[in-house]
């Protein structure tokens, strides 16, 4: 605080200016960042995925995944809606050894700059992180991921391999061609 003395007060008085500046808040809620993610993209349920092709994977040989999505569930799992405190995704993922997915659902939350799940039966927790374009980063946890299948479990971590991030981008075939699968359709390519 500064003190200009003998400004037009006279002798010996003081005035004292002080400068109080309130800015408006440009941080996003958490409601806003669930809806401009999880709300109606696309017209319609969510879906955000990534495939990777023959020359990607043999330029990555340590990378077992081929094929990985999420889609929002229409409500949770108690019938309540899905709200930006908690909301259910199915995960779901093809290794490039073969035809079949793996899925489990996820139980999520949205925190300030992202959101947060837990797979279910211990599978593990995984963060989305908003990218420039509309598209979400899917990290495995410190402990990393197991996702239940057919052929058995797969674990993914953080520490090893090279399937530790990935890049999703938001559509609409690879989640048609995983539902496809688990409700009975194998047809999966």
């Not at 050894?97 to 797979?119: H, I, M, V």
């Not at 299948?149 to 991030?165: C, M, W």
Request: proline share 5%; glycine share 12%; net charge negative.
């Amino acid at each position: 605080m500064r003190t200009f003395p003998n400004l037009a007060l006279g002798t010996g008085k003081a005035l004292v200016i002080s400068v109080v500046s309130v800015l408006p808040s440009s941080a996003a809620t958490s409601d806003d960042l669930y809806n401009s993610y999880f709300a109606n993209v696309l017209d319609g349920a969510p879906c955000f995925a990534r495939s990777y092709d023959e020359p990607f994977l043999k330029e990555h040989p340590a990378q077992r995944v081929r094929k990985i999505e999420i889609d929002l569930s229409k409500q949770n799992s108690d019938g309540t809606p899905n709200t930006a405190d908690r909301f259910e995704i199915g995960f779901g993922l093809m290794l490039k050894s073969g035809p079949d997915w793996y899925g489990q659902a996820a139980r999520c939350k949205t925190n300030d700059a992202d959101f947060e799940c837990f797979l279910e039966g211990d599978g593990g927790v995984f963060r989305l992180t908003p990218q420039d374009g509309g598209g979400l980063r899917l990290e495995p946890g410190d402990s990393g991921i197991a996702i239940q299948g057919g052929a058995g479990d797969v674990e993914l971590n953080d520490k090893t391999g090279d399937d530790r991030a990935f890049d999703l981008v938001q559509s609409k075939e690879e989640c048609r061609s995983a539902s496809a699968f688990f409700d009975g359709n194998n047809n999966s390519d």
